[in-house]
C-alpha cells in the first residue's frame, strides 16, 4: 500500500495557489539580480507591514541556513546561544549553527511542551563567565514551538525582556508563526518586545521552499549579504523566493491558511482515541501511541513518526482537508 504523507510533516505539503501564482507573475521580463529587483522590494515592504516594524529583510532558500545565520550573528566562537532543548536548532540541524558560527555553542534549556521555564534561564543567565566554557551571548526562542504550543505576547516578552537585561540578543524562529498568529499571536509584538532577528517561516506555512531573515537590529545588517553569499544563500534570482511572499501576504492567505491547519489540527484531536500528550494550540497532534499500533498505522498507509520525547506527531498543513482527517481517525480508531 503506498503511503501517505498528508500529516507527516507541513513540508510534505503542496504551495499554496497563492505563492505559486505569484511566481508565475513574477516570471515576466527581465529584472535586477540577488535581490535588487522590484519584486524583492514589494514582499520585503509587505513583511515590514505584516510585523509593523522598521527593518531590513533578506530571503532565503532554507530555515536551517536562516536559524544558522541569525544565530552566527548574534554571537562569537567562543561564545554559546540558549535555547529550548528540543528547539530545532538544537536537534534537527546538523550542528549548521555552529558551523556558520565557527564554533559557537548550544545550551538546551528544560520547559513543558517546548515552551522555555524561566526558572533554568534565570540559573544559566546567573552563571559566571569563566574561560573554560562558552558563555550564553544570544537566547534563540521558537513560536509556534517544537510541540504546537504557543507563545502568548506576555510569556515571551518575559524571556526576551530576561535575555535583553543580560545583555543577551534574542534571535526568534518563527518556522510556524503563521500558526501562532492564526491560534492568537500578535505579530506586531516581535518588534515591540525587542526581537533583534527573526526567521519568517514561509516553506511550513505554504510556499515552495523560502524564509524572510527579518534583521530588527538594523546594526546587524552591516556586511549581511556578504554573510549570504558565502553561505551560499543570496540567490542571484532573488525575486523567486520573494515572490511567494508577496502571494501569500496581499490578501492575508498566509494566516488564513494557517488558520485552516489550526483547525485541522483541533478536528484531528478532538475525534482522537490515543491520549493527547501536548496541549493542542496549533497545527499539530502529539499522542501516546505503543510500537505495535503504530506498525498497524504504518501498514494502513499512513507515515507518521515518533518525535523526541516519544510521542508520534501528526502535523497538519494549509492543504489538509476534512475528509483526509476523518479518514486517519477512523483508521485510529480501528486500530
Known amino acids: 500500500m503506498a503511503q501517505r504523507y498528508d500529516f507527516a510533516s507541513d513540508n510534505t505539503a503542496p504551495a499554496a495557489p497563492e505563492a505559486i501564482e505569484a511566481?508565475?507573475?513574477?516570471?515576466?521580463?527581465?529584472?535586477?539580480g540577488y535581490g535588487a529587483d522590484p519584486v524583492t522590494a514589494r514582499a520585503a515592504d509587505l513583511v515590514r507591514g505584516l510585523?509593523?516594524?522598521?527593518?531590513?529583510?533578506?530571503?532565503?532558500?532554507?530555515?536551517?541556513?536562516?536559524?544558522?545565520m541569525s544565530l552566527a550573528a548574534l554571537c562569537r566562537p567562543f561564545e554559546a546561544v540558549l535555547a529550548h532543548e528540543h528547539a530545532h536548532v538544537c536537534t534537527d540541524e546538523t550542528g549548521a549553527p555552529g558551523l556558520f558560527?565557527?564554533?559557537?555553542?548550544?545550551?538546551?534549556?528544560?520547559?513543558?511542551?517546548?515552551?522555555?521555564?524561566?526558572?533554568?534561564l534565570a540559573r544559566a543567565l546567573a552563571e559566571p563567565d569563566v574561560s573554560h566554557r562558552q558563555a550564553p551571548a544570544a537566547l534563540s526562542l521558537t513560536n509556534a514551538t517544537e510541540y504546537g504550543t504557543v507563545y502568548r505576547e506576555?510569556?515571551?516578552g518575559v524571556l526576551v525582556h530576561m535575555a535583553r537585561a543580560a545583555g543577551l540578543g534574542v534571535h526568534l524562529d518563527g518556522a510556524r508563526l503563521a500558526?501562532?498568529?492564526?491560534?492568537?499571536?500578535?505579530?506586531?509584538?516581535?518588534?515591540?518586545?525587542?526581537?533583534?532577528?527573526?526567521?519568517?517561516?514561509?516553506t511550513k506555512a505554504g510556499m515552495p521552499p523560502t524564509e524572510a531573515m527579518v534583521i530588527l537590529?538594523?546594526?546587524?545588517?552591516?556586511?549581511?549579504?556578504?554573510?549570504?553569499?558565502?553561505?551560499?544563500?543570496?540567490?542571484?534570482?532573488?525575486?523567486?523566493?520573494a515572490a511567494p511572499f508577496i502571494g501569500m501576504l496581499e490578501d492575508g492567505a498566509f494566516v488564513r491558511h494557517a488558520a485552516h491547519a489550526n483547525a485541522m489540527a483541533g478536528r484531528l484531536a478532538a475525534a482522537m482515541p490515543f491520549p493527547i500528550t501536548h496541549p493542542v494550540e496549533a497545527n499539530a497532534v502529539f499522542v501516546e501511541?505503543?510500537?505495535?499500533?503504530?506498525?498497524?498505522?504504518?501498514?494502513?498507509?499512513?507515515?507518521?513518526?515518533?518525535?523526541?520525547?516519544?510521542?508520534?506527531?501528526?502535523?497538519?498543513?494549509?492543504?489538509?482537508?476534512?475528509?483526509?482527517?476523518?479518514?486517519?481517525?477512523?483508521d485510529l480508531q480501528r486500530l
Not at 511566481?23 to 535586477?32: E, L, M, Q, Y
Not at 510585523?51 to 544558522?68: C, H, M
Not at 546594526?219 to 540567490?235: E, H, I
Open 101 to 120: 558560527g565557527h564554533g559557537l555553542g548550544l545550551v538546551g534549556l528544560s520547559g513543558a511542551s517546548g515552551r522555555i521555564d524561566p526558572r533554568p
Open 179 to 202: 500558526n501562532a498568529a492564526a491560534a492568537g499571536f500578535d505579530l506586531k509584538a516581535i518588534g515591540r518586545m525587542g526581537v533583534d532577528l527573526l526567521v519568517l517561516g514561509g
Open 23 to 32: 511566481i508565475v507573475k513574477a516570471n515576466a521580463g527581465f529584472a535586477p
Open 51 to 68: 510585523l509593523d516594524v522598521d527593518a531590513e529583510i533578506r530571503f532565503v532558500s532554507s530555515g536551517t541556513a536562516a536559524n544558522a
Open 289 to 330: 501511541i505503543d510500537d505495535a499500533s503504530l506498525d498497524r498505522l504504518h501498514a494502513a498507509g499512513w507515515f507518521a513518526y515518533r518525535f523526541l520525547d516519544g510521542s508520534v506527531r501528526f502535523m497538519c498543513s494549509w492543504a489538509t482537508t476534512r475528509e483526509a482527517v476523518d479518514s486517519l481517525t477512523e
Open 217 to 241: 537590529d538594523r546594526g546587524l545588517a552591516r556586511r549581511f549579504d556578504a554573510r549570504l553569499k558565502q553561505a551560499g544563500q543570496l540567490p542571484s534570482k532573488g525575486r523567486f523566493h
Open 154 to 156: 506576555g510569556e515571551l
